[in-house]
């Protein structure tokens, strides 16, 4: 697989669709997702492509200094790590699919949120349901506004496969949407999502009948059909098992029932025409910290992949322990990575470090992604030097036991006449490892459940003239009277096989659909109004954190009453974390601030002017140029202001800029007098600590020293640290200030610029 030229379709490794493609401008990186274009003539869109497509594994790729073993080709347009630019801004991207997980309840804030998370390297779209999709017996039309998910609508996934095509083109991948076939309407969202070019699906019989009480005879003929669908457009399917140890109350103790539920769906769906490679397994470590979660988590990942050779996995974090520490949760989510690490990953899925507070929010999502990369990366090719002893008796007696307990678990589901008798007599448990069970089961009922009795036996010499379709389908034979290649043949195609007669629905609600809700934001988006979002356009929502030095119940309230007296509407805490109880405690507060910015009245400074190297050669071999510097205070660091100065990391001796360098914890005094005796023409002091506004202090005393000595007019004082900014330093007496990611050239660029000025005004 190669990646797409910008405004090119992606072909490679998915199955082309026979419809028209409908193109569109390409993507521009510094303009907004035109979201009315991408409802416009939405019913003559059709998916460039059907199926999935997998990441081209490189086993060498070399990314400036370093020799990466389990990577991928590099993105067209992207946005590195945070600490990228140490390394020459080198972006590598991870062998395996990334996901991110996107619950907003708004398609049309979905997507942008999706273009975000692409740049920042993921694959894998998978956006959440409305709440209670899943019990839905019918599709949806339209697109309403959900509830903890979004509504998986004919529209939406349309216009998001419409939004992805564009996306994907621009940063040079393909991208994979995906859904969920759950539910009595499960073969109904099969069919749709196989005509709308949907990826990759969650499908699971034994999540409808344990999770949903779907009545079991309809949950699995409804899989037969919906898992055949699926294989017809080449799309990948996710099981549901992770459930177990997401509801379960002791989850580390579901791990033989969990590779129970993995080898039943995993049977199923190849049955049902899935091909192994199709089939990804959710595997999710069962438990968290405090408990000695890898020591325990490591044999049940090694039995999972010894006993589903040939499958994907999928790997999902833990949500079952998650609170509303987002700290903690991106602790565990990294432990989880590096299983992942240690054995085998095909798709890594990300859990938002909110996830157990609130729906993902746009920047969570993203912190989500970058934890995956940074970790996945981090750890490349640690097997290489790292392995696991699979000969150590405890490790192997643990790997053995999982193994020997779900072979037993089926022996007993067999002995009491199979699954469906075993979910009745409550084989699945909450707090018991088989054989315990502690009478905590999951009961359902063969004859019970949602859309019991609604199965239609098929007469014998039953006949369905469309494609995709699961058992024995009497089909006449090629030359015979009747005859037909394929079964859609006999009534002129079907929507499989041409997509000119997939139907269209648009809006049925007049007042909850999508045009309505732009029509609202229309000035905010129109005019470019600034307002602060977290899940949607103009939501206004902020997040404050704070500490208070009172109890826990005393803080909370009175954040509340903070978050009033700053004008937030709704103020809300969503954590709290005691620091001491009597010390005090730390709190995030969640608001709203009803207030939008009009850009055109920002008074936005110009960027410094950057000098090439040549002019500033030029200058400094005419006049000359002498600089002193130092750390000043008490503060002993000295890297920032060494890559400044020195030639080797292209600082201002490289320009033949004289430098006095006096190192660190210098007085400003000191700093400024040497700067005097070696009549130099700009003084540079780092002040990096900035506890007490030290930093402050330095900057406003050096200012006033250089008036008292009478040389503030012929001396340059530039400030730098990473607190610093050119307007604070500006407001505490420097010329200038520069802080994060300042290069040498900018600074002598500012010299350079500033002196010329002072000589052709005859100062």
């Keep these: 697989m190669t990646s797409p030229e910008p405004g090119k379709p992606v072909l490679a490794g998915g199955r082309g669709c026979s419809g028209s493609l409908q193109t569109a401008s390409p993507l521009q990186p510094n303009e907004k997702l035109d979201l009315v274009e991408i409802l416009r003539d939405l019913e003559a869109y059709r998916p460039r492509r059907k199926g999935w497509i997998w990441r081209r594994r490189m086993p060498h790729q070399f990314l400036g200094p370093f020799d990466y073993r389990q990577t991928s080709p590099l993105l067209a347009r992207s946005i590195s790590l945070p600490a990228a630019g140490y390394f020459g801004n080198i972006d590598p991207q991870t062998d395996c699919v990334i996901t991110t997980e996107i619950a907003s309840g708004r398609f049309e804030d979905d997507i942008r949120r999706m273009r975000m998370a692409a740049w920042h390297g993921a694959d894998h779209m998978m956006v959440i349901r409305t709440a209670g999709q899943s019990h839905m017996d019918g599709l949806l039309e339209g697109t309403p506004e959900g509830t903890g998910g979004v509504p998986v609508t004919r529209k939406q996934v349309r216009a998001t496969r419409k939004a992805l095509d564009l996306i994907e083109d621009e940063v040079g991948r393909p991208i994979n949407f995906h859904s969920y076939v759950s539910g009595v309407a499960g073969p109904e969202m099969a069919v749709m999502f196989n005509e709308e070019g949907v990826n990759g699906a969650h499908q699971d019989p034994q999540y409808n009948v344990l999770y949903r009480n779907i009545n079991m005879y309809r949950s699995f003929v409804d899989a037969a059909e919906a898992k055949r669908v699926m294989a017809a457009a080449g799309m990948v399917q996710i099981d549901g098992a992770h459930n177990a140890n997401a509801t379960a109350r002791e989850a580390w103790k579901v791990m033989p029932e969990l590779l129970v539920q993995h080898a039943i769906n995993c049977a199923y769906s190849v049955s049902a025409g899935l091909p192994k490679e199709a089939v990804a397994l959710s595997t999710v470590p069962p438990d968290a910290p405090p408990a000695p979660c890898m020591r325990m988590d490591l044999p049940y990942a090694i039995a999972l992949r010894d006993l589903f050779k040939g499958y994907k996995m999928r790997a999902q974090e833990n949500t079952r322990y998650m609170e509303s520490c987002g700290r903690e949760a991106t602790v565990s989510h990294v432990l989880n990575l590096m299983i992942s690490r240690l054995t085998t990953v095909d798709i890594q899925s990300t859990i938002t470090p909110d996830e157990g507070r609130n729906v993902p929010w746009h920047y969570n999502s993203i912190h989500a992604v970058n934890t995956a990369r940074q970790a996945l990366v981090g750890m490349d090719g640690m097997r290489d030097f790292v392995k696991i002893d699979r000969e150590n008796f405890e490790f192997k007696s643990r790997v053995r036991e999982l193994k020997e307990r779900a072979v037993l678990f089926l022996e007993g589901m067999l002995a009491v006449g199979g699954y469906f008798s075993a979910v009745e007599d409550g084989f699945f448990v909450d707090t018991g490892i088989y054989p315990e069970t502690n009478d905590d089961g999951i009961v359902r009922f063969a004859n019970g459940g949602v859309a019991a009795g609604s199965i239609v036996p098929r007469e014998e010499d039953y006949l369905a003239p469309v494609c995709g379709h699961f058992g024995n389908n009497h089909l006449p034979e090629a030359g015979e009277p009747g005859g037909a290649s394929k079964p859609c043949d006999l009534i002129g195609g079907c929507t499989l096989c041409d997509p000119s007669l997939v139907p269209f629905i648009d809006e049925l609600d007049p007042e909850d659909n999508v045009n309505t809700r ?151 005094e000191k700093v400024l007098d040497a700067a005097i005796e070696h009549a130099a023409q700009a003084v540079l002091i780092s002040t990096i600590i900035t506890h007490n506004d030290v930093h402050r202090e330095n900057m406003q005393k050096l200012a006033d020293l250089a008036v008292e000595k009478g040389v503030r007019g012929r001396v340059l004082l530039i400030a730098g640290g990473t607190q610093v900014t050119d307007e604070s330093a500006r407001s505490f007496g420097m010329d200038a200030g520069f802080g994060r990611g300042t290069k040498g050239i900018d600074v002598a660029s500012f010299i350079v610029e500033t002196l010329n000025a002072r000589s052709a005004c005859g100062a």
Aim: with cysteine; glycine share 10%.
């Design 518 to 668: 732009l029509a609202q934001e229309a000035e905010l988006r129109g005019r470019g109004l600034i307002k602060p979002e977290v899940e949607w356009t103009g939501d206004g929502t902020v997040v404050v954190t704070m500490f208070l030095p009172v109890r826990e119940r005393v803080a909370e309230f009175a954040a509340l009453e903070l978050g009033r007296a700053m004008n937030l509407s709704d103020p809300e805490v969503i954590h709290k974390q005691v620091m001491h109880p009597a010390e005090g405690t730390l709190i995030e507060l969640k608001g709203r601030l009803d207030v939008a910015i009009d850009p055109a009245t920002l008074v936005i400074p110009s960027k410094p002017k950057v000098l090439t190297s040549e002019d500033i050669r030029a200058f400094v071999t005419q006049w000359g140029l002498k600089v002193v510097a130092a750390t000043v205070g008490e503060d002993e660091h000295s890297v920032g202001m060494r890559e400044i100065l020195d030639i080797k990391h292209g600082g201002l001796e490289g320009f033949g800029i004289e430098c006095e360098y006096l190192g660190t914890s210098v007085p400003v």
